[in-house]
């Protein structure tokens, strides 16, 4: 088993409430003088209140091009990511030097050398730790990430492994398109990076923590939905990323994610009503209303989630561990009881995670 020993999370110290972000969405996509009432009300739909950017809110407006915007993006993502593994590899009672492995997963920007590579001097990682950059898995990258870090630890028990995302969604957001898609997206996606340290259960005592306030990992599972490559993604154009976002999610979720879930942890011997902690990825309003009414969660089960949409918006593979940080530090199960992480993205496809306290 797995045990995670530590999360953190951190953000740009450019926050902004919803209505500075709407004026801007509207200075950037929409046509002068255009009519504003759908962003207007797409952006109070979101459930959304405050968010965060890489860039102070005024430099959006001279970014020039794809170039620019992965520039700023490489350079905020390593100033980010250094800061959220120091702070999680010393929650964890370890130093640099004790990683193994990392794993570094984004779908907001692109780099080589990768921003893992960029931090292993100034973090002080040894030169020989494994590094595993991971691009187009999107929201689900979190709870995946901490999937592959289970396998990974399986087979390397005496291992200490990290995972770090770094999501700069507002680097994306297309000028001049008014598409209901790129509306959406300019509306519910914010920027953040988590991290997380997970040790093999040979991690030989002394050498580090004994016991994981993040639980241990039992199981994981993935899938796959044939037909719905069109639902969620990127297209990559001149300007960068152009957001693909399907209406039918909510409808995909209801369709898939309950016989997953409830096949998951059958196999397990477990129901739904084991699960003492549900850890979702905040994919927006009516996501979060499909996963509740399709899995029959009791009332509040969601509630850390809608609390991370609020303050922070979708962000992207770092959400679902920004929920997990939430559960340990706010409401923290008991222990020996079951959890269940869940994200979904791009694919279409959902990971599931099983965690016992």
């Known amino acids: 088993m797995t045990r995670i020993t530590a999360v953190r999370t951190t953000f740009p110290p450019n926050r902004y409430p919803q209505a500075e972000l709407t004026d801007m969405a509207a200075r950037l996509c929409l046509p002068e003088g255009a009519d504003r009432r759908l962003l207007d009300r797409l952006h109070r739909s979101a459930r959304v209140e405050f968010r965060n950017l890489a860039l102070p809110i005024e430099q959006y407006d001279k970014l020039d091009g794809f170039g620019a915007a992965n520039d700023a993006f490489i350079s905020t993502a390593v100033d980010l990511g250094a800061e959220c593994v120091a702070a999680a590899v010393e929650a964890a009672g370890l130093t640099p030097a004790d990683v193994d492995m990392i794993m570094f997963t984004s779908v907001t920007g692109i780099a080589a050398p990768s921003v893992d590579a960029r931090l292993v001097e100034r973090l002080g990682l040894r030169p020989d730790v494994k590094r595993v950059p991971v691009f187009g898995l999107g929201c689900v990258a979190g709870a995946a990430g901490i999937a592959r870090l ?26 001049g398109d008014v598409s209901p898609a790129n509306l959406v997206a300019s509306a519910l996606f914010g920027d953040g990076a988590a991290a997380v340290v997970a040790c093999g259960e040979g991690r030989r005592p002394g050498a580090g923590p004994a016991a994981g306030p993040g639980g241990t990992v039992l199981a994981t599972r993935s899938h796959l939905y044939p037909g719905s490559g069109h639902v969620m993604g990127w297209q990559v154009r001149d300007t960068g990323f152009g957001v693909l976002l399907d209406a039918s999610v909510p409808d995909v979720v209801r369709r898939h994610l309950a016989d997953d879930v409830h096949g998951f942890l059958a196999d397990h011997g477990l129901t739904a009503r084991d699960i003492t902690a549900w850890v979702c990825h905040p994919g927006g309003p009516k996501v979060l209303e499909a996963v509740a009414e399709t899995l029959a969660l009791p009332a509040g089960a969601l509630d850390l989630t809608w609390r991370s949409l609020a303050a922070n918006g979708n962000l992207s593979s770092a959400s679902v561990l920004h929920v997990l940080g939430d559960t340990l530090a706010l409401r923290p199960p008991e222990p020996g009881t079951y959890g269940l992480l869940v994200a979904m993205g791009p694919g279409f496809c959902s990971e599931l995670v099983l965690l016992r306290w």
């Not at 005496?158 to 770090?164: G, R, S």
Request: glycine share 4%.
């Open 150 to 175: 289970y396998d990974y630890l399986r087979g390397w028990p005496d291992h200490v492994a990290v995972l770090l995302s770094v999501e700069l969604c507002s680097l994306t957001v297309q000028r």
